[in-house]
């Protein structure tokens, strides 16, 4: 090697398949490498539940955007599953995930991270998401910087260098509350597809898709419902198919909504001698009805009720259909001049974005905390 000063012939040194951290000394070879095994972080998503159902259109749908190839560079970087607290968001993705990951088509691994954006103890910042993910991809604690713009870029090189390994990294970025939490957690990278969910549709973030989750229709509910009851007791509990029509009723009261209706199961297989009958009559008062969707204990729906904000628990909780708003579980336009967000047949939802400055129509859960809604816009 010769001193630069020497002559007018400039040692140019090149970083070839690593991540920059530092400053690099003068030298002849500079490798940094990766690690060559998969940290366990990259492969702590969440089992998907093997009651899933009626989700099959945006499932196929949304497993196709995945497919190596697939994605042109214009096409999107970010798909948003947009829908109700309980609408099944985070299921979706985490079954679309998995049958990604079994066709091999993530080699390099998951990032799954959970923002908790709608709880206001635990919501995680940008920079301690991106920290947590930049770990997760084997990067030292001490190469990590403290600005939040220093770690998008590392978190992006370090993505664009696995897939330029032959490592494709799915990113999947769950319960994100704006686009402010989301956009610092997407990748530069059209061959690094991340997936979002939200309560919004968060339509500030460029290169996304959305896609709004509606309510499951009236026999995938049921057949929900059926799902999870056999799952916790076994095949032999028929109660479902002995009674469909306390069944249907039971679904309905539950908006549809996955979530309701697992709680329910969760509630029926605790006493294995309750008939559906009995259910029905408790989840017929209206006013209790939200206080009745809990269980307490080691179960992982939880409840309704930490879904909510404080005014919408202080509200009547109603959650079937009533004569003053359409069907139970719409997503309703929440009055804001730069988004309009209209109602379609079948619980679908459309979007309608205007220019302006937010650019986002947010959903709420208008069937549980029904207090003088205002009216929404359906055709």
Not at 70 to 93: D, M, Y
Request: proline share 8%.
């Amino acid at each position: 090697m010769r001193n630069p000063h020497e002559d007018s012939t400039q040692v140019q040194n090149q970083i070839r398949d690593g991540v920059f951290y530092n400053t690099v000394v003068q030298g002849n070879n500079v490798t940094l490498q990766l690690p060559d095994e998969i940290t366990p972080a990259l492969t702590g998503m969440p089992a998907p539940s093997s009651t899933f159902t009626g989700r099959e259109t945006v499932l196929e749908l949304l497993v196709e955007e995945l497919r190596p190839g697939r994605r042109a560079a214009a096409g999107p970087l970010a798909h948003v599953v947009a829908g109700l607290p309980g609408a099944g968001k985070t299921e979706l993705v985490l079954q679309v995930a998995h049958r990604a990951s079994q066709q091999g088509w993530f080699p390099g691994g998951i990032l799954f991270i959970d923002l908790h954006g709608y709880d206001g103890d635990r919501r995680v910042s940008p920079s301690r998401a991106l920290g947590s993910l930049i770990q997760a991809l084997g990067i030292p604690d001490r190469y990590v910087p403290d600005d939040l713009q220093d770690r998008a870029r590392l978190y992006r090189s370090v993505l664009s260098t696995y897939a330029e390994q032959g490592r494709r990294i799915l990113v999947i970025a769950d319960n994100a509350s704006d686009d402010s939490q989301a956009r610092p957690l997407l990748s530069a990278d059209s061959r690094i597809p991340v997936l979002v969910t939200s309560r919004h549709t968060l339509a500030g973030i460029n290169n996304a898709r959305m896609h709004d989750l509606a309510i499951l229709d009236s026999a995938s509910a049921v057949e929900l419902l059926r799902r999870e009851l056999c799952q916790a007791r076994g095949p032999d509990d028929s109660r479902v198919e002995d009674a469909p029509e306390s069944a249907e009723k039971i679904a309905h009261l539950c908006g549809h909504l996955p979530l309701a209706l697992r709680i329910v199961a969760a509630l029926l297989a605790d006493l294995p001698a309750r008939p559906l009958s009995s259910m029905l009559k408790s989840l017929s008062d209206a006013r209790n009805r939200l206080q009745r969707l809990s269980r307490g204990g080691p179960c992982r729906t939880g409840g309704l009720r930490p879904l909510l904000s404080p005014s919408e628990r202080r509200s009547g909780p109603v959650l079937s259909p009533s004569a003053h708003q359409p069907r139970a579980g719409h997503l309703h336009r929440i009055r804001r001049p730069t988004c309009r967000l209209v109602i379609r047949g079948g619980g679908r939802a459309a979007r309608h974005p205007r220019t302006g400055a937010s650019g986002r129509a947010s959903f709420e859960l208008r069937s549980l905390a029904y207090a003088r809604p205002p009216a929404p816009v359906c055709r």
